[in-house]
Nanobody
Framework: QVQLVESGGGLVQAGGSLRLSCAASGRFFSDYNMGWFRQAPGKEREFVAAISRSGASTSYADSVKGRFTISRDNAKNTVYLEMNSLKPEDTAVYAC??????????????????WGQGTQVTVSS
């Protein structure tokens, strides 16, 4: 089992940057694919990015491709989401999630069995 805690959210102006971190406790962090999802008020949770166990493979939602970068440091049990050129429509609660079962990268919440509480990102115009 793994516990996840996000940090790094906050208020930023449009065009700015933020770096989110997700620290995992528990053993065998490198056994998990990791993902970032977000949920805005009144909207469903949506996929943002995912990274494979080794970090060799990544996947991004079209809405963030070219602006966001997911990475991980297995020695530090941490996954990151670097967000650049932020837009007001990026405003949401961002949560990291862990998947131990899939061979590939899941883009739907149902594939992830472990979730953090989330961190708020607000982008002002």
């Amino acid at each position: 089992q793994v516990q996840l805690v996000e940090s790094g959210g906050g208020l930023v102006q449009a065009g700015g940057s933020l770096r989110l971190s997700c620290a995992a406790s528990g053993r065998f962090f490198s056994d998990y694919n990791m993902g970032w999802f977000r949920q805005a008020p009144g909207k469903e949770r949506e996929f943002v990015a995912a990274i494979s166990r080794s970090g060799a493979s990544t996947s991004y939602a079209d809405s963030v491709k070219g602006r966001f970068t997911i990475s991980r440091d297995n020695a530090k049990n941490t996954v990151y989401l670097e967000m650049n050129s932020l837009k007001p429509e990026d405003t949401a609660v961002y949560a990291c999630a862990a998947d131990r079962n899939l061979a590939g990268l899941g883009t739907a919440p149902v594939y992830y069995g472990y979730w953090g509480q989330g961190t708020q990102v607000t982008v002002s115009s």
